[in-house]
């Protein structure tokens, strides 16, 4: 199965597995989904007050009107959590973001709420990861995160443990 053939596919989720040195994505079902992230994130789109009455993934979301915190070329919005233990927020980037190669020592759950999420990784193949993609980002593994828009890219990412952002060199 090629890592991009994620495009258009949005009932099954991208999950990614260390297999030798090589990334490789593999096709999870929702169901197979860990409950208790599912659990966390239907716990964010019932919060409609805070995205609006129809849930994030509503056309009239107004993403303009949330605590936008800029950090470097991307900004935040915390929904829970620090950087020293579990933590989930929004990451919003512009399109044509491209990115720099960076890691973290934890694993992270990301879902694509709007625009399309761009994952380069360590070997330079790029998925695109379209509104409704899940991934499971791997610890130490290197990767770029861009957006290909048409708008904004809007993410909503999960660290289990300490969040945190190693570049090379």
Given at each position: ?169
């Amino acid at each position: 199965t090629s890592l991009l053939e994620n495009e258009g596919r949005q009932k099954s989720s991208l999950h990614f597995t260390r297999d030798s040195d090589m990334m490789k994505a593999k096709r999870t079902p929702p169901t197979r989904i860990a409950a208790k992230i599912v659990a966390k994130i239907a716990t964010i789109i019932a919060l409609a007050g805070f995205f609006g009455a129809a849930g994030p993934a509503s056309a009239g979301t107004d993403w303009d009107k949330q605590n936008w915190l800029k950090r470097g070329p991307v900004e935040i919005v915390m929904l829970w959590g620090d950087s020293k233990g579990e933590s989930a927020f929004l990451l919003r980037k512009k399109p044509g973001e491209k990115g720099t190669k960076h890691t973290h020592s934890e694993d992270y759950h990301g879902v694509t709420l709007q625009g399309i999420w761009l994952k380069t990784l360590s070997d330079n193949s790029v998925i695109k990861l379209p509104p409704g993609s899940h991934i499971l980002q791997r610890k130490m593994q290197w990767h770029a995160d861009g957006c290909a828009g048409p708008e904004d890219c809007i993410l909503l990412i999960h660290f289990e443990g300490p969040r945190n952002v190693l570049f090379p060199g």
